[in-house]
Structures are given as C-alpha cells and as structure tokens.
C-alpha cells in the first residue's frame, strides 16, 4: 500500500461529530505525537467528503481514514470525483474505508443486491474512475468480504474484533496487505465501571446480524451476545493500565496485524476533551 499510516491510529466518532473547533485542535496534537492515522465513521452518510476536508486542512502528516464509508449512502461517482479532486500529497493522506453496513440503516435496497456483489461493483466503478486500489480498504469480517478486499486494496479494517480474528484475517489476505483492526479500550481499573462502559458501548451493536455472526464464527454464544457477557466483552475491549492495553495491541500484532486503531471509550459522548488525555497518554505508552 502506498499510504503510510504507522503502527498506531485512533478511531473516533467525537472527532467526526463533535465540535469542529476543538477536533481542529485535536488532530493538530495527533499528528504531533506521532498518531499515523484518525479513522472516523461514516455509516449513516452525510458529508463524510466534507470531514475529510475539514481535518486534512487542520493537520499536516497524519492519514486521515473512513471506518467505514458506507457503499450504499454515497455513490462511486461522488467519491471518485472528490478524491480526484484532491491535491497529490492529500490523497496520499486519505484511506476510504468501504463497508457495506447494515440492513436497518440501509433499507430495501440491501435485499436488492446481495452485499458482496454490490461492493465488487463499487469497486469495479471507482476502478474504472481512475480510483486506485491502494486507497481503499475494507470492513471485512467473512471469509468471502476477506478475499475481496485481498484482492482488490490496500487490505481491511475489521471492527469490534478480537485478535484471533486478526490472524483470520491475517491468513486470508497473505502478508503483504494491511490488517487494521479496531480496538476499543477504556482506561479504567475497576472491573463493574470498565465493563460497565465497554457494555454501553457495545449495547447499539448486539442486535446488527454481521457483527452477531462473526462473534459465532468466532466461538462465541448467542446467549453471551444477548446478554453481553463479561468474556465477550473482555475479548472485544481491553480495559484497565496503559500497559494492559499495550499487551492486547502487541497481541493483535502477534497475529499479523499492521496497525491498530484505538477507540477511547469514555463514557461522555462527543465530547472531545474527555478523550484526549487519554490519547496523550496512551501515545506516551505505544508511540
């Protein structure tokens, strides 16, 4: 891949969604302490083109990356014309994270076209576009969304995983694409208060059919999904000192990932100054 995004990324919703004067704030000190990449979602739409803009104009050096640009809510035409748009040291900033997202958010058109086939087109048209490979990634969790993204880009960025599913991963695209799993970690000793985030923060996700059918492929009950047991959570977040947090990352490195994306969970919404000394921190511990 073309992009060099480092070993350590952060993903964050509040940098999306929060304020603007404070994520511009934000990403400068991210690119300063060495961050490699911000991934942001981009699931339910709107002007993900837009943020893109807004934080590639607030920073200098660090990529700046969807997780994920949902296929179904911009069309290949707006995206390959933006990014064209875009100047050469910027795009070399960019990775559009592609997913397929999910049946609720998307609607009748996701029982329309099976989603394999629809992003097989999506990157058959943004190919044709003059979109390259290398700039994109995927949210593959099966074995079958695995092998495209091999074969088609830069590699795949799979979320809430563990690191077993990184070797998955791993083993499917070969060694020379790029594994960049999500990690949520909360910086929190007390068992029942880190848990206790990590569920919230897992609560909206139990029900999606993608996510449920990894976490059995991965050895997991539906009574632990449903009830959000402690060993799924445990296995989904890393919660406690920096340096356990350390130990999960250097375990999804263990298994073949490239680079990791921590998602701070904090407890207090978009709220950006909640977050950021805990990227100060963990910088500290892993950069």
């Excluded at 640009?69 to 064209?84: E, Q, Y």
């Excluded at 990634?137 to 990184?166: F, I, Q």
């Amino acid at each position: 891949m073309t992009q060099d995004i480092g070993r350590i990324g952060i993903w964050s919703m509040e940098m999306r969604f929060g304020d603007h004067g404070q994520a511009a704030e934000a990403i400068a000190e991210l690119d300063e302490l060495g961050y490699g990449a911000l991934w942001m979602p981009g699931g339910i739409g709107g002007d993900l083109t837009g943020d893109f803009d807004r934080l590639l104009g607030a920073s200098s050096r660090i990529t700046i990356a969807s997780g994920i640009l949902n296929i179904w809510k911009h069309t290949p035409a707006d995206v390959a014309t933006w990014f064209k748009g875009l100047s050469a040291d910027r795009q070399q900033r960019v990775l559009l994270g592609l997913g397929v997202s999910h049946s609720h958010i998307v609607g009748d058109a996701y029982a329309a076209v099976k989603p394999l086939a629809a992003m097989r087109d999506y990157l058959d048209q943004l190919a044709a576009q003059g979109v390259p490979g290398d700039s994109l990634c995927l949210a593959a969790l099966g074995p079958k969304m695995l092998e495209l993204a091999g074969k088609r880009t830069a590699g795949v960025h799979p979320y809430l995983v563990t690191p077993e599913h990184t070797a998955l991963a791993r083993s499917a695209l070969g060694p020379d694409r790029l594994v960049a799993p999500e990690q949520g970690v909360v910086l929190e000793s007390d068992p029942a208060k880190a848990r206790d985030l990590a569920r919230k923060a897992l609560s909206q996700y139990q029900a999606y059919p993608n996510y449920r059918n990894n976490w059995l492929r991965l050895g997991f009950s539906e009574a632990e999904i449903d009830s959000g047991s402690d060993a799924l959570v445990d296995a989904l977040f890393v919660w406690g000192s920096v340096e356990k947090i350390a130990e999960r990352v250097d375990a999804h490195f263990a298994a073949g990932a490239n680079h990791v994306c921590l998602q701070v969970i904090t407890g207090a919404g978009l709220d950006i100054g909640a977050a950021r000394p805990a990227w100060r921190e963990l910088a500290s511990a892993l950069l």
